[in-house]
């Protein structure tokens, strides 16, 4: 009774023009924990920018770099390794606690000298060249790089280096009067931020509830309050789309489309999203020693077909780990991943492989379309005779010595080479560190050119032997860029952002309307 008065009231609301203050998201996944600093899941992506700032933001509806004032009202470069910033005043935390520099310090320094293992593995895959951030006075603070740093202010810009509260968070655990990892474990489940949503109900894994936070220090959020809900099978979300307990659904596969579009109340959103899902290969794994096995997998995959019969066409798929939105970085000419069944077979030959079962993990649920990709390729491989079995688990498996082959994505954290390949795949990234794929030194010279230039004929050159040593020892396939849709009712005018990482639901002002 209470679900239905809640829809009823919404909807007397949208039919008489008033403005909606109430919505409900049913998602696929809701997250486990809620911490910017060690999260950079697809699901936790969802979450963070209602609810907290970073010092510099940026124009949204567009890739292009146009920096924005967020917590940091200007910014300048002291020296080539030295950036001082100019704090807002009279920001909030949703706890009440007004912000100074020794927030903004604690939140920078826990991540740049990162103690507590989950942020120095964030630290490690994006933030390795700064060193620490320094207070200067109450709403001055300097951050001091390890060399020349020509991304500067895209990096200060990632939601791990989000600001929250010093006093507050070392006093959830232990000694007040220090950070302990403990005041880490608790944050993630008692968020608080500087948003213009504050987080007031949080199940793990369930739900969340934000509510409007009117100590705001922008302009004020539209909505007063949405619920999320785990929903994890499609057709539980688009029944809920349909009978109204939820007002937005996302994860929508190209098949479903039809069946909400076909009802006059509601509508989808959808595009490409600026994400790769991939087939992540252990070449540590005997089996998959040798990389002619790996080149064969990778060959024996058609992926167009993939394409056409799970997303309707509406995937992109790359020749390269490259996207348009890399801007001069863009190099659709590199050919690092192809269709060649008869190559295959030669390789698998060459290889000597045994017909040894070569097992591929996957979730039932978690990527869209994720477990009937894995079917496909399975079956593609047995075309060229190779050994396949799909596991369904949902269980993250990337970091066992006995993986073999699961799907995974790839998202573009930011409009860079950097920001998406080399997230993943740079030495001692994550997919190095979960130890299931090898980089050498002159991999490493050829990540350190690419990653420090200023020049960008020198950065593509570089980025072009790196995709060639990908091409020869592989140890991932890109499959495609999917096609996400989101499902809503007719009368919400919204709408996912292309400047945003992947699945973000901004619902700040100006970002979401009703007719």
């Known amino acids: ?210 509510e409007r936070f009117d100590d705001f220090w922008g302009e004020k959020a539209p909505l007063d309050k949405v619920t999320v809900k785990q929903m994890p099978e499609t057709a539980s979300r688009v029944t809920a789309l349909k009978t109204g307990e939820a007002d937005i659904i996302n994860n929508i596969a190209p098949d479903q489309l039809p069946m909400i579009e076909a009802d006059a109340n509601l509508k989808t959103e959808g595009y490409a999203t600026p994400l790769f899902h991939v087939m992540i290969m252990n070449e540590n794994n005997p089996v998959l020693k040798d990389p002619r096995i790996r080149q064969a997998m990778s060959l024996a995959v058609d992926r167009k077909t993939l394409n056409e019969a799970l997303w309707q066409g509406k995937a992109i798929v790359p020749n390269s780990h490259t996207m348009k939105e890399f801007g001069e970085l863009y190099m659709p000419e590199l050919n690092t991943f192809e269709y060649n069944p008869e190559k295959a077979k030669q390789l698998l030959k060459d290889a000597g492989y045994d017909g040894s079962e070569i097992v591929f993990d996957t979730s039932a649920t978690y990527y869209t379309n994720g477990f009937l990709a894995a079917q496909a390729i399975v079956e593609m491989w047995g075309e060229v005779g190779i050994n ?54 002159d991999f490493a010279k050829s990540w350190e050119k690419f990653r420090f230039s200023t020049d960008v004929a020198d950065r593509k050159a570089a980025y072009a032997d790196l995709m060639e040593r990908i091409k020869q020892d592989p140890p991932f396939l890109l499959l495609y860029r999917p096609f996400e849709s989101w499902g809503m009712k007719k009368s919400i005018n919204w709408a996912p952002k292309v400047g945003h990482i992947p699945y973000v639901l901004d619902f700040r002002a100006g970002s979401i309307s009703f007719n």
């Open 388 to 441: 396949g079995r799909v596991n369904t688990t949902d269980e993250w498996t990337g970091n066992k010595p006995e993986l073999m082959v699961r799907n995974w994505s790839n998202p573009m954290y930011f409009a860079d080479p950097f920001g998406c390949f080399g997230v993943m795949w740079a030495p001692n990234g994550p997919s190095e560190s979960e130890g299931r794929y090898n980089t050498n030194e």
């Open 1 to 210: 009774m209470k679900k239905l008065f809640a829809t009823t009231a919404l909807a007397s609301l949208l039919a008489t023009g008033a403005l909606a203050t109430e919505l409900t998201v049913g998602v696929a996944h809701v997250t486990g924990y809620m911490d910017p600093g060690r999260d950079h899941s697809n699901v936790g992506s969802q979450v963070y920018y209602n609810a907290f700032d970073t010092l510099i933001d940026r124009d949204h509806t567009t890739t292009d770099a146009k920096w924005v004032p967020a917590l940091a009202t200007e910014w300048h470069l002291v020296e080539p390794t030295v950036m001082e910033l100019k704090l807002r005043e009279g920001v909030k935390f949703h706890n009440g606690d007004s912000m100074t520099a020794d927030d903004v310090v604690f939140s920078l320094n826990r991540m740049l000298q990162a103690t507590f293992v989950p942020y120095q593995v964030r630290a490690r895959d994006r933030l390795g060249n700064f060193e620490r951030a320094e207070k200067v006075d109450d709403y001055t603070i300097r951050v001091y790089a390890k060399r020349e740093e020509p991304l500067w202010e895209t990096l200060l810009s990632l939601q791990q280096i989000m600001i929250i509260p010093q006093k507050y968070t070392m006093a959830l655990a232990g000694d007040p009067n220090k950070a302990e990892d403990d005041d880490y474990e608790a944050f993630k489940l008692k968020p608080v931020g500087t948003g213009p949503y504050k987080v007031s109900e949080f199940v793990p894994e369930n739900y969340f509830v934000w």
